[in-house]
């Protein structure tokens, strides 16, 4: 294997969805342009580019979605019980406003026109592309040493009206980024107990799909 696959390899596998190790030290320009030229890069069906990306450094809009976050947690956290409960409660969920820099990801599915090559069968191939630009983006910040966190606990038409994007336009993700301390060897929710990751073994079929 060469060194451009072993640091290739090597990336992939230090990712992490961070949380509580976010310093809130500002992103140059530069490093924030790289990540989302990396993410822009990505493969799109049809070649529709289907994505937009709302850079959020306002204190402001960046508490108002925090507490907006905490409101759904509590929302989720009311529905556990017993060893649920409990793990869920050590676990962050969020490093919105200790990351000082969000990035709101979208998918426009009328980006590309009404005939967009590849997605007649597959209506959802649009959105598989902005989750590859997710992706790309991810490597690509940590490549460059930052962190990123997926925050998922959300309403779309809050966040939708939080950053003004029009009705069309489907909120995927609030990535939250920044310089962190150091990226974790393990996962939050597999150290926390929450879920183990599995074999590849458990998820590989051959052939068939088999029970």
Known sequence: MNDCATVLYDVINRR???????????????VLERILLAAHAAPSVGM???????????????????????????VFADGLSGERAETF?????EG?????????????????????????AIPDAGLYSVVCAIQN???????????????????????????????????????????VADLPDIPDLERFGWRARSSLSSVLHHEHYRS
């Not at 409660?89 to 969920?93: L, T, V």
């Open 16 to 30: 992490r969805d961070t949380r509580r190790e976010f310093t809130g030290a500002p992103v140059a320009d530069d």
């Open 48 to 74: 529709s580019q289907p994505w937009d990306f709302v850079v959020v450094r306002s204190p402001e809009t960046l508490r108002t979605f925090r507490d907006h976050v905490a409101c759904e947690r509590d």
């Open 89 to 93: 409660e050590r676990i962050k969920i």
């Open 96 to 120: 919105i406003c200790e990351s000082g820099l969000g990035i709101v990801v979208g998918y426009d599915p009328t980006r590309g026109g009404p005939q967009v090559l590849g997605r007649h």
């Open 137 to 179: 983006l991810w490597l690509a910040a940590t490549v460059e040493g930052l962190g990123v966190g997926w925050v998922s606990f959300y309403r779309e038409q809050f966040l939708r009206t939080l950053v003004g994007m029009p009705d069309h336009v489907r909120p995927i993700a609030w990535l939250c980024v920044g310089h």
